[in-house]
């Protein structure tokens, strides 16, 4: 039997469900990868995210050689390439594992018809998460709308099932399996019609486990208050390896657990913390896969003040929010961020969004888009679920009333400024008390910093209490009609 494995946002071969399958079945394989080009096409993700997925590529590539596997790759219309390809190497089934987003779905349906017409077989697995929303639900077999009640049965499934990695077949049996098809470097960035860049974050699934290594064996178990301080390398960064499946989730959750049983400082209680995280990533799947209406709405129709009218007000603030121009300084380092360097540390996420939503009074599905288009890690269901958070229209929103102050957001977590100094030059040399509010200096203190607000740094867009006075005013009005 000669099977295909349709790679996607499965780029590894450790712990591989649909890999370790057609291994396991067929005598022939041949792995296949489509660079699906209306997706390029429609820049919906940015340069950051593609060349962190070529290096993914690249490595994967790489590693099937070694194993005697030569990596098929084809561009065009994902469901045409994959029928084309499966006709032409005659084979008698496709392998994959699920995608959750609902244009995925449909895209594999069809791909799921159009091969049965042709007499080829599908077999599908689960790999993105470690439960599906089927699998997760509440009493009566509805989908779960509360984080806490999510993750309590998500726990006792664990407990349960105590789900085991995938083993890959020995290599010698899998180079048996080779087809005669050889290799084809893959397109540059540059052909694919993006800019060439190197990834902020190693790509591939050697680098992928190098860095669990990493966090595993020491800032997990500080990462309670390591996680909110975005000076310091209190996080993972794992998120583009899981994003692109580098890593999969199930064996991120067995590192942490197996991280307590190390000599050593080990704290439960963070490591606990992170795996909250990890299935914060499941629930905002299994949302998405059962309300799909969140792509193109609130999750919930709650009274929160209008956004601000179309016009060139809303978009000079708005180029102000992405540029990070706002004149408030941690929210221009995490928008510089992002932009240098396609991550932004989750704290400062929160910040920027609350400030474009709240402050600046701009939909936040403007928000949502431009993270789609500069994130490595650009993930629809994570992003959406947490832009509906912040805009208080979510599932477990955060409460309209709430607003972050972004200068007393930057004294409590990045209180000397490193942060802010690394992205946004013109204030290095102002003083730790004055670098979260600048343009509160005197013109002396502009001097000595070498920083004259509104020549070298931008004044406040807005002001912060005078916009989240009127935010609040409007929220009552909405609220009362
Ligand atoms: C407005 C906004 C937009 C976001 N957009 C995305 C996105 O497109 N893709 C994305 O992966 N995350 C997104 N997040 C969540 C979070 O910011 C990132 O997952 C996190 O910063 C990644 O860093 P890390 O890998 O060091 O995380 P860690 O703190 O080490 O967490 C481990 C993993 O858990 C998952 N995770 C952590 N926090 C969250 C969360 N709040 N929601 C869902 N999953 C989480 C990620 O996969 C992450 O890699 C967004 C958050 C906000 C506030």
């Not at 780029?11 to 079945?25: G, I, K, N, T, Y």
């Not at 098809?181 to 902020?200: F, I, K, M």
């Not at 439960?268 to 209406?293: C, G, K, S, Y």
Request: charged share 25%; net charge negative.
């Amino acid at each position: 039997m000669r099977g295909i494995v349709w790679f996607r946002r499965d780029l590894r071969l450790d712990d591989q469900p649909a890999f370790a399958a057609a291994c396991e079945e067929c005598d022939e394989v041949i792995p296949l990868f489509v660079f699906d080009e209306p997706l390029l096409q429609s820049h919906g993700f940015g340069a950051a995210c593609v060349n962190f997925m070529l290096g993914c590529l690249e490595e994967l590539q790489s590693s099937l050689a070694e194993l005697g596997l030569a990596m098929q790759w084809r561009r065009g219309f994902q469901v045409d390439e994959v029928l084309r390809a499966a006709l032409e190497w005659e084979a008698d089934v496709v392998y994959w594992n699920r995608d959750y987003e609902p244009r995925a779905l449909m895209r594999d349906q069809a791909m799921q018809n159009r091969l049965a017409r042709e007499g080829i077989a599908t077999k599908t697995y689960k790999d993105h998460v470690v439960f599906e929303a089927e699998e997760v639900r509440g009493a009566t077999g509805e989908p779960l709308q509360r984080y806490s009640a999510y993750r309590a049965r998500w726990w006792a499934r664990w407990h349960a099932i105590k789900p085991t990695v995938h083993a890959v077949r020995h290599p010698s049996m899998i180079t048996r399996k080779a087809v005669r098809l050889s290799s084809v470097p893959l397109p540059t960035a540059n052909e694919l019609g993006y800019e060439h860049l190197v990834p902020w974050i190693t790509p591939g699934e050697r680098c992928a486990h190098e860095q669990l290594r990493w966090f595993v064996e020491g800032p997990i178990h500080r990462y309670a208050d390591g996680r909110n301080r975005p000076a310091s390398e209190g996080s993972s960064k794992l998120s583009p390896h899981l994003r692109f499946g580098t890593l999969s989730s199930k064996i991120a959750v067995h590192a942490a657990l197996e991280s307590l049983s190390h000599t050593g400082p080990v704290s439960r209680t963070d490591v606990l913390t992170w795996i909250d995280e990890l299935i914060w990533r499941e629930f905002f799947q299994q949302v998405l896969a059962a309300f799909p209406h969140v792509v193109d709405g609130p999750f919930r129709n709650t009274s929160v003040p209008p956004s601000r009218d179309p016009g060139p007000e809303r978009d000079r603030l708005f180029r102000a929010w992405c540029d990070g121009n706002t004149g408030y300084p941690i929210v221009d380092a995490g928008m510089r961020q992002l932009n240098q360097t396609g991550w932004m540390h989750n704290r400062v996420r929160m910040i920027v969004a609350s400030f474009l939503i709240k402050d600046l009074r701009i939909d936040w599905q403007s928000g949502e888009q431009y993270f789609m288009r500069h994130l490595l890690d650009a993930d629809l269901a994570a992003n959406n679920g947490n832009w509906q958070w912040c805009a208080s229209t979510g599932t477990d929103s955060m409460p309209g009333y709430r607003i972050f102050n972004p200068a007393l957001q930057s004294r409590k977590f990045d209180p000397d400024g490193v942060y802010i100094r690394q992205y946004v030059p013109e204030l290095v040399s102002v003083s730790s008390r004055r670098i979260h509010e600048p343009h509160l200096m005197t013109p002396e203190e502009q001097e000595q910093a070498h920083c004259r607000i509104g020549i070298n740094y931008p004044s406040p867009v807005v002001d912060h209490q005078l916009a989240r006075q009127e935010y609040l005013n409007l929220g009552q009005q909405e609220a009362t009609r």
